[in-house]
Structures are given as C-alpha cells and as structure tokens.
C-alpha cells in the first residue's frame, strides 16, 4: 500500500473529536477505499489537559494551529476551530501557501472568504475542500458540483441549521420552552459557538450563500441573504401553524434569474409555514433537507443529518479520502475565476400567502387599526384568529392568513403599522410555501 496521508487537525471540539474517532475506528475501510492509510500526525486544540473521551497520545500537540501548515509531517491540514477570520482564515492561507490541500466545515469562513480561497487554491494546484460546510453529512456539495453538473439550476431551498430545526420540532412536539430546548440542542452539540448565528438564521445564510454559488455557478453574495431567524417565533406561532394544518420550519431559499443582462440572485432565510403533506414538514430533529430543481434532472431532495459528531465527521473524512485519491478539486462547481458576478434581486416581484402575527394590546380599535393597514397596502386577508394570552399585561395574539397576492404589499403593510401604540412587539410575517 502507498505511503500514509499525513493530516494536521486544527479544532478537537464535536467535530474534531468525530473525525478522530471516524479515522480511527473506520480505519482499514478508509484505507482501501482511499488507496492509501490516512494518518493524524498532529493536532492542536485551546486546552491541551481537556478530557475529550479519544485517546490523543499517538499524535503530536502544537499549540499554535497557524503553525501547522510548513510542518513537514503534515500533507492535509483539516481546520475545525470555527471563526470567519482569526486563526482559521490564517491557517487556511497558510496550507494553500504552503502548497498543501485544506479541508475545513467552517461554512462562516466560506461563506466571507471562500472565493479568495479557491482562487489561491487554484494557483497553488491544491485541494479546498468544505463538503461539512453545508448541511453537515448530507453529500450535496458535491451531488450539485457532480451529480448535477449537467443542470442550469435555477431554484434550491430547503431546511439548513438543525439547531433551528431541532428547536422547532421539539417545541411543536413536547411543547417546551425555546430556551430549555436551545440548551439542549447545544449540548447535543449541534449550535455554533455562538448560538445566535443559529437562532438568528446567520449560520443557515452563510451554508445557503455557498450553495447558491455552486448551484449557479455565481460568486458568492453572503452579504447579499435577507435573513430572518427563529427567535421571534412563539409557541403561539406553531399552535396556531398547527391547528391550521402547517409546521414552522426554518427555510433558506435562492433563485437565480438568467433571463436577461447580469443574472440575477434572490437569497433568503425566513421561518415558512409549511403545510403538513409537503416532504419538508416530515424534517424533524436536527435533520437537513435540500431540494434543487435543475432543467434536465427535475427535482432532487438531499436529506439526512445537518448537525453533530458523527455526520459532520463523515463529510469532513470523505473530502480528505477525496484528497488521497489524487483529488485537486475546489469545492465550487467551477473555477473560481468563471463564477458569475450575479446582482441581487429584490423581494417586490414575489407572490404567495402568508400568515402574520400580531401581538397587540386588547382595547378596542385595534383590530380595525391592523385590517386597515391591510387595505391600504391592498392585502387581501384569508382568515383572522384572536386569541387571549395567559399573562397579565393585557396583551392578545391576532394571527391571519392572506390570500395569495404580492410579498411587497405585505412588506407595504408592516411599514404602516410599524411603531402602532397598540402593538406591544414588530408584527412577524412569515410565507406559506407552496408545493
Ligand atoms: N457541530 C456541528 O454539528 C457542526 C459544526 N460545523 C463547523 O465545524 C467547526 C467546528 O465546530 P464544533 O466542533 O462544533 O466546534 P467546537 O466549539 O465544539 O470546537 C472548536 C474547537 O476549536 C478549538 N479552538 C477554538 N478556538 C481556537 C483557537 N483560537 N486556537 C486553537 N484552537 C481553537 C477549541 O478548543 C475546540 O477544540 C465550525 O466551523 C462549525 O461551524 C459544521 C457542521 C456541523
Ligand atoms: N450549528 C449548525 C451546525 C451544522 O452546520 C446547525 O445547527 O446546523
Ligand atoms: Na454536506
């Protein structure tokens, strides 16, 4: 068999200590599948006396993980500390400048940087690679940038962070509390570092930005995701989703518009309802689903885990055993340099139904207040429910649903009443999706 790869792992939290019990347990299989032993040298972590449950004694320790590159028993270097810059970004220029191959999960760092890494990648004729990047131990970067290299796509969403899937499910099943249910999801260890990328919907924009781009062979435009998270949504919100036959899952969506002059990018993640019988609302747990709709294949459904050790091991271990192949690929569907500068559309031409919460004071006038505001902004209303809260503050929910008609007069709508004395929080809209 051929000499041992030799990989430097930057980060032994969830995913590093996955990665180091995969490459051990699995390690005859990844052998033979790899055409070569793939071998941890060294590994690097902020607190070397941490019990990790792995046994770390055969690999050496470096406490600097920017260092790790020039070393000379390092072939791969295998970053996952976390962070858009700080040590993560140096660690990544330095392996491309040292001329090895870089595999990372650290979709943040991508989702800023990933074009200007590729394109170094490139020039050094190394590897990047980032497949545990988005939606964790799904294969859908590369079933896109392969499977579906044929395909102008033009339309991919689905349910990206499975902390926020995971919150939403349990609350609409247990009926527990968002807060006790977060608590659990990070010590399952599926939330970032800082859970606010999770509940706020940034780390779910940063994997949909990355997709977008391999989807569409654009560049990436993470600064160009409108992005709403799950903090505002009530149990109020998955009760009455529920009794009017949907669950509130957190989506992301791009769609690309090739049609005319510079293409055109709509990006964004936004809680949905999402009717009972539609494959989404089956994602439970801390589940991913990814639905692409290209012009030859029809529509493919990627599903399985987003989050945690194992899954997001096995993606991060495929891209290296890609590596020992020979593989010099960068994660994109195409160079770096051919990746279409896409300019981002806007929400106005969009049409749908959507279910709006308010929550308001209860004093007379302030139904007629919100159904006015509707008018004005012409938005036909479907249903309307008025419900009382168990608190003390006088406070009542109005939830509807409207019929189908343009996202721009909802938006319209929100703008009026925006700052209503009767209204105790920012009103929340969210889209019904369709089938
Ligand atoms: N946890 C999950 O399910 C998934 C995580 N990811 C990504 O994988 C990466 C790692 O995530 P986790 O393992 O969950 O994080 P974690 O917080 O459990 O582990 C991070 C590790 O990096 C080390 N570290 C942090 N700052 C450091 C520094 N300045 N110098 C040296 N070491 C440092 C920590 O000591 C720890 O060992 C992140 O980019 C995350 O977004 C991607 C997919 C799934
Ligand atoms: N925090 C992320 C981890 C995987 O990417 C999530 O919850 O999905
Ligand atoms: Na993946």
């Not at 470096?62 to 390092?74: I, L, N, Q, S």
Request: proline fraction near 4%; hydrophobic fraction near 45%; include cysteine.
């Amino acid at each position: 068999m051929a000499e041992p790869l030799k990989i430097a792992l930057a980060g032994l939290g969830t995913v590093g200590t996955g990665v180091v019990r995969l490459i051990e347990t699995n390690a005859e299989l990844i052998a033979r599948r790899a055409r070569r032993p793939i071998r941890i040298t060294v590994v690097s972590a902020r607190d070397r006396g941490k019990d990790r449950g792995v046994d770390l004694s055969g690999y050496a320790w470096d406490d600097d993980p920017a260092g790790m590159a020039t070393r000379p028993d390092v072939d791969v270097v295998v970053e996952l500390v976390g962070g858009s810059d700080g040590p993560a970004l140096t660690l990544a220029r330095n392996t491309i400048a040292a001329g090895k191959s870089f595999v990372t999960a650290n979709k943040a760092m991508i989702a800023h940087h990933g074009l200007e890494l590729a394109a170094a990648a490139e020039q050094a004729g190394v590897a990047l690679k980032f497949e545990a990047a988005v939606a964790g131990g799904i294969p859908v970067i590369k079933g896109l940038s392969e499977g579906a290299a044929a395909n102008e796509i033009e339309r991919i969403y689905g349910i990206l962070n499975g902390t926020c899937n995971y919150i939403l499910s349990t609350m609409e099943d247990t009926g527990r509390d968002f807060a006790d249910v977060l608590a659990e999801a990070q010590r399952l260890g599926y939330a970032e570092a800082d859970p606010t990328f999770d509940v706020e919907g940034v780390d779910a924009a940063h994997k949909l930005s990355i997709l977008a781009a391999i989807a569409f062979g654009g560049q990436l435009r993470f600064d160009a995701v409108e992005t709403t998270g799950i903090s505002r949504v009530l149990a109020a919100d998955i009760a009455q989703a529920r009794a009017l036959g949907y669950v509130i899952r957190l989506i992301g969506m791009a769609e690309a518009d090739f049609s005319q002059g510079t293409p055109r990018l709509f990006q964004r993640v936004r809680p949905h309802l999402v009717p009972f019988d539609h494959p989404l609302a089956h994602v439970d747990g801390a589940t991913n689903a990814v639905v692409a709709e290209g012009n030859f294949m029809g529509r493919l459904l990627f599903q399985g885990a987003g989050a945690g050790d194992g899954p997001t091991a096995s993606a991060v271990v495929a891209d290296i055993i890609d590596i020992a192949r020979g593989e010099k690929g960068v994660g994109f569907s195409m160079p770096a340099a051919e990746l279409r500068a896409m300019e981002p559309a806007t929400t106005g031409h969009r049409i749908g139904r959507a279910y709006i919460r308010f929550t308001v004071l209860d004093r007379p006038g302030v139904l007629a207040e919100i159904t006015a505001a509707m008018r004005d902004a012409g938005v036909s209303i479907e249903s309307l429910i008025q419900k009382g809260r168990d608190d003390e503050a006088g406070e009542v929910i109005v939830a509807m649903v409207t019929h189908e008609g343009p996202e721009s007069a909802v938006s319209e709508a929100m703008r009026i009443l925006e700052g209503a004395d009767s209204l105790t929080a920012p009103p929340l809209a969210m889209q019904i999706i369709g089938q």
